[in-house]
């Protein structure tokens, strides 16, 4: 199951591939063929008349919160409590184990598939499109707490800086690369000693810095807490269960934390930088760089030095996709400030904005990986029947057998159209509940929205083509 170049880039580039990364640590998509410019122009279609209905449906009291509050009782909020946190240490130290001693094959080791694929893609969706649990099930938030415990009073925390808050963007790129780049997040070892390495570090800022690492530092945490504000159940204080429409909690996010925007706008890129390695566009480049003749002697050079020069150039693609993106962003933002007259900052309209693009991110997280998901989440169950390759049958699944029959292409193509176009309708209906809370008039935030809205056009029509090359080119 792990994927491949194509033959006849690895027959083209062959000066550049010493050994081929993988995007996903394992896995493919599964796409359906279709008549891609009807569905590019309906796509864009959607996204536009959702600008125009919420134009003239939504009024400035439409930006205010709302959403239903159920109170649980406190004993099962506690029971629930303990349970996830006994769930969150068990599998870490499951992971720990599996990557050091189960089998170093990426595809029948329990910590590979365990986080590539369950939590990282599974509980990821989950936290956006359910109920955000991560602050509850964080094994390093349970850990922190019992050993804060043993100690007794914690005495004076230092006090955390304010630029400890970009680790959290600068750590979700770190994992962007591994899973898109590295060899590492093949090898269960490795991938186990990285795990065991994050858990030090962690663990050592919130003795230091109290709670306040997990809130500010943590890249998990702060990406978690991100997604959980777009669920539509929010477990709150007091045990209160809060019943509210999709992406609602984004209305309140905070605008003063660093990184907030970069965290937004790299969650997007990352999966946009591993749709396009997989399109011809990316080969293209490929066999642009290994015939040319200004780059070879160079490349030969940085290949006799020993240099993987296949991972050099997915990494430059993939962190010439986030500044890219990063940058596109902030140009629509200082297009926005311009037609509402340029009394804000860019940099304020682009904090306030930016968790207007965070469906978008889900939405194509799902519509990339929802094959992923359902094909190669069936691995954990021989893999947590044997988790040591000892030849136990712990649950009856050791032998078991991937269905690839379990999601078909009609099906994998419908879900991301669907996602995609109604990620970004509801991106759209929430940037003008935003822009109303944050311009002064209603006509101001509507002369703003324009650039924006043909942004969100545009980056429609670029992930639907996208998630068509495979099949279509």
Same mark, same amino acid.
């Given at each position: ?19 081929? #990364? ?25 996204? #536009? ?93 349970? %850990? ?59 663990? #050592? ?79 293209? %480049? ?122 078909? #292409? ?64």
């Amino acid at each position: 199951m792990v994927r491949a170049p194509c033959a006849h880039v690895l027959t083209t580039v062959a000066l550049l591939t010493p050994a081929a #990364a993988e995007a996903h640590a394992f896995g493919a998509r599964y796409d359906l063929p279709i008549p891609l410019g009807a569905f590019l122009a309906a796509a864009a279609a959607a996204v #536009a008349l959702s600008f125009l209905g919420a134009g003239i449906l939504l009024k400035r009291e439409s930006a205010r919160t709302i959403g239903v509050d159920l109170r649980l009782p406190r004993f099962a909020m506690r029971a629930g409590h303990l349970t996830l946190r006994a769930v969150g240490i068990g599998v870490l130290l499951l992971v720990l184990t599996t990557g050091f001693f189960g089998p170093q094959n990426a595809t029948h080791n329990f910590a590979t598939i365990a986080v590539w694929v369950l939590w990282w893609v599974g509980f990821l969706l989950f936290s956006a499109l359910v109920i955000g649990l991560w602050h509850l099930a964080d094994p390093l938030r349970s %850990l922190h707490a019992g050993l804060d415990r043993l100690r007794g009073s914690p005495g004076q925390l230092a006090v955390l800086p304010a630029a400890a808050g970009w680790l959290a963007p600068a750590g979700l790129l770190a994992i962007a690369w591994l899973e898109l780049v590295s060899d590492l997040s093949e090898w269960p070892a490795a991938l186990a000693a990285l795990i065991g390495l994050y858990c030090l570090v962690t663990l #050592a800022g919130a003795a230091r810095y109290g709670c306040r690492w997990f809130e500010t530092a943590d890249p998990l945490s702060r990406i978690f807490a991100l997604l959980a504000r777009m669920a539509p159940v929010e477990l709150r204080e007091k045990a209160v269960l809060r019943l509210r429409p999709p992406a609602e909690g984004l209305l309140d996010a905070p605008r003063d934390r660093a990184g907030e925007t970069t965290l937004v706008i790299f969650l997007i890129s990352m999966v946009l930088f591993d749709g396009l390695s997989e399109t011809p566009l990316w080969a293209g %480049l490929l066999d642009a760089i290994s015939q040319s003749q200004t780059l070879r002697g160079g490349l030969l050079v940085l290949r006799d030095a020993g240099v993987d020069l296949m991972k050099l150039i997915r990494s430059i693609g993939l962190f010439g996709t986030v500044a890219a993106f990063l940058g596109f962003y902030f140009a629509i933002a200082l297009l926005m400030r311009a037609a509402a007259g340029g009394e804000f900052r860019t940099a304020e309209v682009a904090a306030v904005m930016a968790g207007a693009l965070l469906p978008i991110a889900v939405a194509y997280h799902l519509s990339h990986y929802i094959s992923y998901l359902a094909i190669a989440g069936q691995l954990a169950i021989p893999a947590a029947s044997d988790p040591f390759g000892l030849g136990w049958n712990l649950f009856g699944g050791a032998n078991r057998v991937i269905d690839i029959g379990v999601i078909g #292409a009609e099906q994998v193509w419908w879900v991301a159209v669907t996602a995609l176009v109604a990620g970004h309708a509801l991106s759209v209906v929430l940037a003008h509940r935003l822009a109303l809370r944050f311009f002064a008039t209603r006509r101001q935030a509507l002369k703003a929205l324009v650039p924006m809205t043909v942004a969100m056009i545009g980056l429609t029509v670029l992930s639907l083509w996208i998630l068509a090359q495979p099949i279509v080119a």
